[in-house]
Each structure stands twice: as structure tokens, then as C-alpha cells.
């Protein structure tokens, strides 16, 4: 047995690169590729593969601490008997997949990559072939012959995730561009994707559109392109490949480094443009401190600070960042000068349902609805059939044969699953039912979606929301199965409390919050009788429901409550 350091590997020459995930723990037995640590860079998110296999014996980053190649990661113990890699042949040169992986991979990746590596290499004018360790290059006597071709440019995979919204366009018609230049941005509910291009050449036609979604194999457009085809050489000459520092540097852009995007005299890579266009900065107002006058992320802070400042000692401010909604900003303080602070980054979810919120407060006039549904006998029915369910491999909690209420109450008062459309003009009809959880995670609120919920059984529907609310902790939802809901159920029962406001989705029409049920003195017209009492809170739009509708949706629900034999009629 070896105790070996595992370090961390090529990472594009990125520096300071921030530890998001620690995916394995003292103990753990590990497998090759198996991935060991999250990196995020201000381009997207890295897994780091282990190189080797064994057991964490120490581990030596966490969460929140900046690493770069070579920086340790972990302590492992190796089997001393295990057949040791295989060396590098001479003669081979090592390409960095990482830079190349980053123009593709938009979400997470591994950093190495064989295919990768040929391509990469074979795009450098290298040629890998003559069996193990022959590494060959084109004789320099030979001459290409240069021929154009027009070539479609479809979106690459982008993990799975489908109607995308296109945020910018990053060229037009006509201009030159290089592989690996940013054709578009794309931006999700997770997050924001350059999709470069895959080969140089002059952009002929565009496809797309800011507004425009798009998915994998959607057209953004053509290029021409010029391509070597090398005339008839004599058999390539062995030798060790040294790719010059320049070609290297122009052909596989650092990871931490996104291509510059040239918008007039401003040089900003796209989270730059990106953030700026989150708190409408006019980047032509920002002083530059980055390499060649590159725009960077700190430069956007402290210009809105020291706008902020400006504000809020009444100076003058031109090129005052606005919320663009005529309400007054928020001004800076200084919380540093009443004691000691820490400043918390928030997760990405968490800053994408804080923009939600906000959006959903100004834009929706909500009004809410209180009831007391008696639970009772369903209560006493779930516990009576606790046993046999478990013998189904199902754990029934009440929370089943809310969602179960909730989609019959949309089939009786169709008039509460709609959807206002953004034109104002109409309101959308939904002909399916569909039904959003909220869940609390480690990474924030996700809001998981189960669909058809009136053609499921409550066995069914416990499997599917037990099923989605592990994605949903683990982080591994994707953005289809977050989509689509007609109303949405949010729960607090566990936590206490007897009733709240939720906040109702542009999408939808409303949003059941569940409280913490107890038991409390019902009058049955003789005595008072103990009966368990569920709190419900239903918000509505207003603009497409009334009042009356959702008093008649909020007591269809309580009413089926009481007796789940009603969901048979």
C-alpha cells in the first residue's frame, strides 16, 4: 500500500478557481475518472476526475477555497500491486483538452479527454499515428491547396437542456471570426452558455435573434470557411512535437479567460456583459483595469458602488444604474462601519429565485385566501394503510393526496389553470395538469414538476415526489423537469407556523401553501368535537381569477380533504 498526493491537473492555465463541491470524503473508495472536486471559473463549472484508484485517506481542500494547477487536493492510498499507467511515449506532447472542452461543454466536464486530444492536435497540423508513441508532423515542404466551403453552424449539446433563450448575439454578417470566438450567449435557468464557433472563417448568414430559444441542433447560422488540403507528401518524418508558446496561446484559450467580445471601444468577456446587463451598466461608462483595458467583473462593482455612494450622499450620479421599474434603488451601506461582517456569496439558484421573486412581486397583484381543511379521516385512512404501502416500497405522507386535491380542483374550476399572456391581451387555457412541489434544498428553493398528476394513483404520485425531491437535493434536476407546472404547492407543515402568502409564478394562476396541521375544538352542530385542522393559504392572480372562482377552488380542495372518497365522483 502507497500513500499518494493527487494535485490538481491542467486546468488551462486558470488561476485562482473557486471550489464549489467536495465530492468524496475521508474513507471513500475511489475509482479512475472517478470525480473528486467541482470547480467554477467566471466561464462554467469543472469536475475534476481522480487520475488514480484507491481510498481518501486525507483531504486536503473544501468548499470555498481558490486552487490552481498543481495545488493538492488529496491524500490517497493505492494498492502497491496495482499495474502502474502507462508512460508516455517519447515524443509525445501533451495538449491542455481542458481550453478546447470549455468551447463545447457549456455545463460540467472532465478534464481529460482522448478524442479531444487527437482533434486538438490534428487541428494544430499534428498528426498522432505510426502506432504507439509515433508522434509525426506534415513535412514542411508540403503545399495545401486552399479550398472555400459554407457550412451550417447548429447549437452543440448543451446539456439536455431544450428552448433556451438567446440573451446576445455576439457577431453579424460578414464578420471574420476565429474557432473558439463567441457566436451567441445563451441562458437558462441555471445558467449562461457562450457557444463559440467551431471553426474560423466569415459569418455568411444568421439564423437567430435576441429573444429567439433555442436548443441542441438549432441553426444560429453559416460560415465559409477556408480549408487546407494537403497535396501528396512523402511519408511524415518522426519527431518531437514543441508547440510554439504563441500558436498555444491563441489556439486554446485559458479557461478563467472567456473569449473577448468586441462591442466598439469596450473589451468584456460575456459574464462581464452578463452581470452588466443585470444591473444596467453601460459598459462605456466603466473604467477598465484588466490586461489590454479588459473590462472585468470587479470594475462593474465598483462602478455601481461608487455610483451608489454618489446617490447616497446626494452627489451627482450620471449613468445611474435603475432598476428600470420606477422604483428608487436600494442605497449602499456600509455595514463594515457597525462591527464585523462577512460577505456571503449567494448560489446561483438562490440569485435566480431572488430575481424570480422580485419579478413575480412587481408584475402580479396577488391576493390571498385562508381556509381550514379537517383532515381527519384522511389522516386515520393514510396511517390505516401505512403498512401496505410500505410493502409497495411507497412512503405515504399527506402530501400525495394534497396534490391529488389540488389536481381534481383544476379539473372542477378549469378557470384557475390558466396562465396570463405576456401580451396582456389573452389568457392561456392549460388542457393538462401539471403539478410543481417546492422544494427546500442545500442549494435553495427548486421546484420540481409532476406531470399528468389527474391520471396517476396516489401510490404513483408518493414515488414521483419522493423520486424528484432526492434530484432536487442532490442537484441533479433538469431544467425540463422544473417546467410547465399549472400551479404549484408549498409546504411548511413540517416547520410550523398557522399560514403564509406564497408567491405565485408568472406561469401560473396560483399557489397552495400548507401549514402545520393541529388539533382543534369543531363545532358538529350538538357538541365540540377534537377534529386535525390543516391550515391552507391559496394566492391567486387577480388579473385572471376572481374571487369568487378561487373561493369555490379553495373550498372544492377542502372539501375533498375532508373525504377523499369525493376524488371517486
Known sequence: MAIETINIPDIGGAEGVDVIEVCVAVGDTIEVDTGLLVLESDKASMDIPSPKAGVVTKVLVKEGDKVSEGAPMFEIETSATSAPAAEAPPGFFFFSSVSLLFLFCPFRLFVFSPPLLITYAQSQGVVLSGGPGAVTQPSATAAPAATSAVIDIPVPDIGGAEHVDVIEVCVAVGDEVKEGDSLIVLESDKASMDIPSPVSGKITALSISVGDTASM????????????????????????????????ASAAPAVADAPVVHSGDVYAGPAVRKLARQLGVNLGEVK??????????????????????????????????????????VPYVDYAQFGEIEMVKMSKIKQLTAEAMTRNWLNIPRVTQFDDADITDIENFRKDMKAEAEKSGVKLTPLPFIIKAAAAALQAEPSFNVAMHNDGEHIVQKKFIHIAVAVDTPRGLMVPVIRDVDKKGIYEISREVAELAGKARDGKLKPAEMQGG??????????????????????????LGISKAAMKPVWNGTEFEPRLMLPLSLSYDHRAV????????????????????????
Open 486 to 511: 399549472c400551479f404549484t404547492i408549498s409546504s411548511l407543515g413540517p416547520i410550523g407556523g398557522t399560514g403564509f402568502t406564497p408567491m405565485v409564478s408568472t406561469t401560473e394562476a396560483g399557489i
Open 217 to 248: 441542433g438549432t441553426l444560429i447560422g453559416k460560415i465559409e470557411t477556408t480549408s487546407s488540403a494537403p497535396a501528396p507528401v512523402a511519408a511524415p518524418v518522426a519527431a518531437k512535437v514543441e508547440a510554439p508558446a504563441a500558436k498555444a
Open 546 to 569: 376572481n374571487g369568487s372562482d378561487a373561493g369555490r377552488f379553495l373550498t372544492y380542495i377542502s372539501t375533498v380533504l375532508a373525504d377523499v372518497r369525493r376524488l371517486l365522483l
Open 288 to 329: 477598465a483595469t484588466g490586461p489590454r483595458g479588459r473590462v472585468l467583473n470587479d470594475d462593474v462593482k465598483a462602478f455601481v458602488k461608487t455610483v451608489m455612494q454618489q446617490r447616497a450622499s446626494g452627489g451627482s450620479s450620471a449613468g445611474t444604474v435603475t432598476s428600470g421599474s420606477g422604483i428608487p434603488a
